[in-house]
């Protein structure tokens, strides 16, 4: 198969102005962080609907300043899902906490509230909510246990969710904008929040010149360039967010017929699609590579669950979700002609 017929999982779209507005600020030669850093944080954090930001170097390092601007230390417990990426469980890691994980729903792949609940304990000191594939956690209820929680929103910008946005819901909410993000600067992430300590904490922290003393610091800072690429991301994002429902409502009517688990829905939360996750399919390892051998790129949402990284046993919907769900491509530049041949061959296939 020639590479260019190959579909992919996701692509960021760079059009021309981002391309100027990198060129110009690469020009200026003032590229390291100053001026465009500052603005992404004020149109980001007014988009979101918050009031204070710091833009750091990724999401995993917006997820470990925020433990840190939390005071979470050794022995602290986190709370974190089983069903999420590495980065979750290697910023609790790093910061020196006990991760304690929490088992996801069944339909919607998300950290269960009720798993969450049982597993708190006097030390717990966090909870880190991921949204996962698009769609708001049960966050509404998890904030009502009274532990300080962190929004991983990494895969969902401003989703509708109980009349508000996710990422208003926690103490701090964290942001990635990876390539393949809703929205992307390359590399890069962000802290919000309404407590402004919290975010002067960590711009703080990734500052470490000209500072009277040696308290910890580190480098996480993001570029002037990257976040000139960002603002003219973040234009886009209304058009990119929208572009993924029609073709999520386009797989949801191919599908329906078809005794699949598809995306579920809420009247009270907003389905942004950053993925496209199909359960209940038998024998993916097989269907993965069918997919492939046409043309069309299919993963698993999550590469492990991560207590299986740890040998523990007992998080049945975690195990179930890894062993049974697929993620279709999905992009907000997908062309018709791509949807109906993953649809076509989707439909063979599964
Ligand atoms: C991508 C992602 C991260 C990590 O972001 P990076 O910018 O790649 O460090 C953290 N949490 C979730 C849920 C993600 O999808």
């Excluded at 004020?42 to 009031?51: A, E, H, I, T, V």
């Excluded at 492990?304 to 049974?324: D, Q, R, V």
């Amino acid at each position: 198969m020639n590479e260019m017929n190959i579909i992919p999982h996701s692509k960021p779209f760079i059009g021309s102005s981002e391309i100027e507005q990198v060129c110009k600020i690469l020009a200026s030669g003032k590229i390291a962080a100053g001026t465009q850093v500052s603005l992404f944080e004020k149109y980001f954090s007014k988009f979101m609907g918050l009031k204070n930001a710091a833009a750091v170097s990724s999401g995993t390092a917006a997820l470990y300043l925020a433990l840190l601007a939390l005071k979470i230390k050794n022995n602290d417990e986190v709370i974190i899902p089983s069903y999420v990426c590495t980065a979750v469980l290697n910023a609790v890691t790093l910061s020196n906490a006990k991760p304690v994980f929490a088992d996801c729903n069944s339909d919607d792949y998300n950290i269960s509230a009720e798993d969450t609940k049982k597993k708190i304990t006097t030390r717990t000191k966090a909870i880190i909510v991921p949204h996962l594939f698009g769609l708001p956690a049960d966050i509404k209820t998890i904030c009502s246990f009274g532990i300080p929680v962190i929004e991983d929103c990494a895969q969902t910008l401003s989703a509708d969710c109980y009349g508000k946005k996710a990422g208003q819901w926690g103490e701090i909410s964290i942001y990635s904008f990876y390539a393949t993000k809703p929205f992307t600067t390359g590399e890069g992430g962000m802290a919000l929040s309404n407590n402004k300590k919290y975010t002067e904490f960590i711009i703080d922290y990734i500052n470490y010149d000209e500072k009277t003393d040696l308290e910890p610091r580190f480098n996480f800072k993001m570029t002037d360039f990257q976040a000139g690429l960002g603002i003219i991301q973040l234009k886009r994002l209304p058009d990119f967010l929208k572009m993924r429902k029609i073709i999520a409502n386009k797989y949801n009517k191919a599908f329906s017929e078809k005794g699949l688990l598809l995306p579920v829905s809420y009247p009270e939360k907003e389905h942004t699609f950053f993925r496209y996750v199909i359960g209940n399919v038998a024998k993916i390892d097989k269907k993965l590579s069918a997919f492939q051998k046409k043309g069309v790129t299919v993963r698993r949402p999550i590469f492990m669950p991560l207590h299986l990284y740890l040998k523990k046993k007992g998080f049945i919907n975690s195990e179930k979700a890894w062993n049974t769900s697929i993620s279709l491509p999905i992009y907000p530049q997908m062309t018709n002609k791509e949807i109906d041949k993953v649809i076509e061959i989707a439909d063979d296939i599964l």
